[in-house]
């Protein structure tokens, strides 16, 4: 599965184009601004667009797929919890296969209801869950520190530390990371209990 990363808008987003390199299949992750950087990478690689994949709602990682769905003929896929209008639903552990890659939803609200990572290849996309160095805010309308810390530590770190970590936005130090590499640098992901970690969202 080739990443092809792309920072977009003003708010360091980031819209990803995963291109399953045997068959020219590919599915995008969070369109919003810069969709002729989209196109542009579809076009030169000569890709069949089968999805459109929101990782939760929010529109600065939706504002574009009326238009590239419109342009490409590909379908809109959001968790069953998404209010926004949508071709399917998917929902934890639901596969989301193009060509010969595969990802699978992994459910890990906090940051909003509705929130998924997309987990395939040894690669982890959390959308505004885990952040390089932070992670999502929770004080949006649905989001839940106690949610948060559950996804957080029963899940995403518990996920190979090899794992390579590709955010929702550029917040960092660096665009990627690893789940090994946030475990020992991130300070959102040093040991707490789940009293002490809502109580350090509250104060940040």
């Not at 987003?13 to 196109?39: C, G, K, R």
């Not at 949610?147 to 970590?165: A, K, P």
């Not at 475990?183 to 350090?200: A, G, I």
Request: aromatic residues 8%; negative net charge; glycine residues 8%.
């Amino acid at each position: 599965m080739k990443v092809h990363q792309l920072e977009v808008g003003n708010m360091k987003n980031f819209t990803y184009v995963l291109e399953d390199e045997q068959t020219s299949d590919a599915v995008i992750v969070d369109p919003s601004w810069d969709l002729d950087l989209v196109l542009d990478i579809i076009e030169k690689n000569g890709l069949q667009v089968k999805y459109i994949i929101n990782t939760h709602h929010h529109f600065d990682h939706t504002i574009g797929n009326d238009a590239l769905a419109k342009k490409t003929g590909a379908k809109i896929l959001q968790h069953k919890d998404s209010t926004l209008k949508k071709d399917a639903t998917v929902s934890e552990g639901d596969k989301i296969r193009f060509g010969n890659s595969e990802l699978t939803v992994v459910h890990t609200p906090g940051h909003s209801k509705d929130s998924m990572c997309l987990v395939g290849d040894s690669k982890i996309f959390s959308g505004d869950t885990l952040f390089v160095g932070n992670c999502g805010r929770v004080d949006l309308p649905g989001g839940s520190a106690k949610e948060l810390y559950h996804s957080l530590f029963d899940t995403v770190c518990r996920m190979g530390d090899s794992m390579i970590l590709y955010p929702g936005h550029n917040y960092g130090n660096s665009p990627t990371s690893t789940i090994g590499r946030e475990k020992k640098t991130n300070f959102v992901l040093q040991p707490r209990t789940e009293k002490e970690f809502t109580e350090f969202m509250s104060s940040d």
